[in-house]
């Protein structure tokens, strides 16, 4: 079947018209279509214009002014509670040598305490400064052991600084260091075979890793009391604790010890320090702002 059609002298003409008049085509569409941005974009401002210059802005502004949604009281609410602290004790170890305690809390359960600086301050004189941590939700001991003062440690003040707050979000890591069985027993006298063993106070816990982490090391603060007065601390390294592990642990004390009617134990473990990790970190996203 054929179907070829002869080119009509009019479609010849209309083909020549545009293929030696195809710069100046292109030139008419670009200048048309600039003039329709500039035509858009200047009543776009010229309504702009009108709109600040005009009642509906001032009301907007005003009613923006006038708003009752409080602010301050929005994040006074959200920012974090300050640290809890309890009367300052001291321990006299003799020689002029003092362990100077603190116990302190962290109350926020969204807010860790990265770092902060603490001292003492006793009849004007101030002890060097610390840094220590403070995860959410937890209580520890501040403290300075064996400092040797001049003068005699008398109602020494904790004094706190620089404290460098973080927001916890999902990538926090959820570790829990279970505690129980804690039992102190004081110094005494045993024969075993005939033979006289001397055994020094000491205090025993049972602690279980709670989580799928494995960790280097974590560090123990233990407190004795007699009723609410500190009489002792003592702290104690447990490496190489590894996940979902229970393990008993015992620290000693070689001297001697007032009455103690209680014992506690602190675990010591700042969770934002990826280098306490024994393995690969587990979660992709933790990360420290």
Do not use: C
């Not at 962290?106 to 902060?116: Q, Y």
């Not at 025993?204 to 090391?217: L, R």
């Amino acid at each position: 079947m054929d179907d070829y059609k002869p080119i009509s002298q009019e479609e010849l003409n209309r083909g020549y018209f545009f293929i030696t008049h195809k710069l100046l085509i292109k030139k008419i569409v670009f200048i048309l279509t600039i003039l329709i941005f500039v035509i858009f974009y200047g009543v776009l401002i010229f309504k702009a214009i009108n709109y600040f210059r005009g009642a509906g802005f001032s009301a907007s502004a005003r009613q923006i002014q006038q708003s009752n949604f409080d602010w301050r009281a929005y994040h006074s609410a959200n920012a974090p509670q300050d640290i809890e602290t309890s009367k300052v004790s001291f321990i006299s170890l003799g020689d002029r040598r003092y362990n100077i305690v603190a116990l302190v809390e962290n109350s926020n359960t969204d807010w860790t305490v990265k770092s902060l600086d603490y001292h003492f301050v006793s009849q004007g004189e101030a002890t060097p400064i610390k840094t220590a941590f403070i995860n959410p939700a937890e209580t520890r001991l501040l403290s300075l052991t064996a400092y040797e003062s001049d003068k005699a440690i008398r109602n020494p003040e904790l004094v706190i600084s620089n404290i460098d707050w973080y927001r916890i979000d999902s990538s926090f890591p959820e570790i829990n260091l279970e505690i129980s069985n804690i039992k102190f027993q004081a110094a005494s006298r045993e024969t075993v075979d005939e033979v006289t063993i001397d055994l020094p106070s000491r205090v025993s816990w049972q602690a279980f890793n709670d989580s799928v982490y494995n960790f280097w090391e974590i560090d123990w603060q233990i407190a004795l009391y007699n009723g609410n007065t500190l009489v002792a601390i003592n702290e104690l390294k447990a490496k190489d604790f590894v996940a979902l592990e229970t393990r008993n642990l015992e620290t000693v004390w070689l001297n001697r010890l007032a009455r103690v009617t209680r014992a506690s134990v602190f675990p010591i473990l700042n969770k934002l320090d990826k280098d306490i990790f024994k393995n690969v970190y587990a979660d992709p996203d933790f990360y420290i702002r």
